[in-house]
């Protein structure tokens, strides 16, 4: 298996009308036991926000998901005192709010960080010829 790792990820995404099933990416949340770690990256991009969900509270929303990412860290209060496996499993938990995660996925990699920072650019930086 040349020393790759089994690993997990979800989508975060921004769902301003649930009940329309609209959703905008805006984060990856990766788990690898194997190197016990857990991180988030987001990006909330208020032109195409503003496009997508003309009201949304962008202050709000980077409140909300600094605190995920204070969670995925274990530096928040009580679930951030959960071990890792068990933060990653709340903060992908299905919900029905403005802040979504995506199904778990699986896969392998060499470097945990590293695929995250891949997952990223792949899931949630838009490139200019996307616009």
């Known amino acids: 298996m040349n020393g790759k790792k089994l690993f997990e990820y979800a989508v975060i995404r921004i769902v301003p009308q649930v009940y329309r099933e609209e959703f905008m990416n805006v ?8 190197e016990k770690f857990l991180d988030m990256r987001f990006l909330l991009e208020e032109n195409r926000l503003k496009a997508f969900s003309p009201g949304a509270d962008l202050k709000a929303l980077n409140e909300y998901l600094g605190g995920m990412e204070e969670i995925a860290a274990g530096n928040q209060g009580t679930i951030g005192k959960l071990v890792i496996a068990e933060r990653f499993r709340w903060l ?6 403005l802040i979504q995660c995506s199904k778990v996925h699986p896969g392998l990699c060499e470097d945990a960080g590293e695929m995250l920072d891949r997952l990223f650019k792949e899931m949630v930086e838009v490139k200019e010829k996307e616009l």
């Open 92 to 97: 992908t938990a299905t919900r029905s709010s």
């Open 27 to 34: 984060g990856v949340i990766l788990y690898c036991s194997k």
